[in-house]
Nanobody, 115 residues
Framework: QVQLVESGGGLVQPGGSLRLSCAAS????????MGWYRQAPGKQRELVAL???????NYVDSVKGRVTISRNSPRNTVYLQMNSLKPEDTAFYYC?????????WGQGTQVTVSS
């Protein structure tokens, strides 16, 4: 069973930055893509950003220009650098790892953007 462990969430003021980390228990190249999702209270979970095994990245429109997904393969870790945070970025953020026949989720980390 693959484990994904997120860290880096917390409380930040509007305009601030956070970097989320997702450490996988196996090589991140075992998966077709790894991504970050978020879910705010009363809303559906949405994809924030993903990175494919080939290095292609995709972002939801609301975070483009403010968020960067990256990876460190020797550490089996995927990062989400979030800048210029807004109150509407407040949500529980989940790491996801997806292969053809399997998908895994982390436990999530809370991000709260508030003054």
């Amino acid at each position: 069973q693959v484990q994904l462990v997120e860290s880096g969430g917390g409380l930040v003021q509007p305009g601030g930055s956070l970097r989320l980390s997702c450490a996988a228990s196996e090589s991140i190249f075992s998966f077709n893509a790894m991504g970050w999702y978020r879910q705010a209270p009363g809303k559906q979970r949405e994809l924030v950003a993903l990175i494919t095994v080939g290095g292609t990245t995709n972002y939801v429109d609301s975070v483009k220009g403010r968020v960067t997904i990256s990876r460190n393969s020797p550490r089996n870790t995927v990062y989400l650098q979030m800048n210029s945070l807004k109150p509407e970025d407040t949500a529980f953020y989940y790491c996801n790892a997806a292969a053809i026949s399997r998908t895994y989720w982390g436990q999530g980390t809370q991000v709260t953007v508030s003054s």
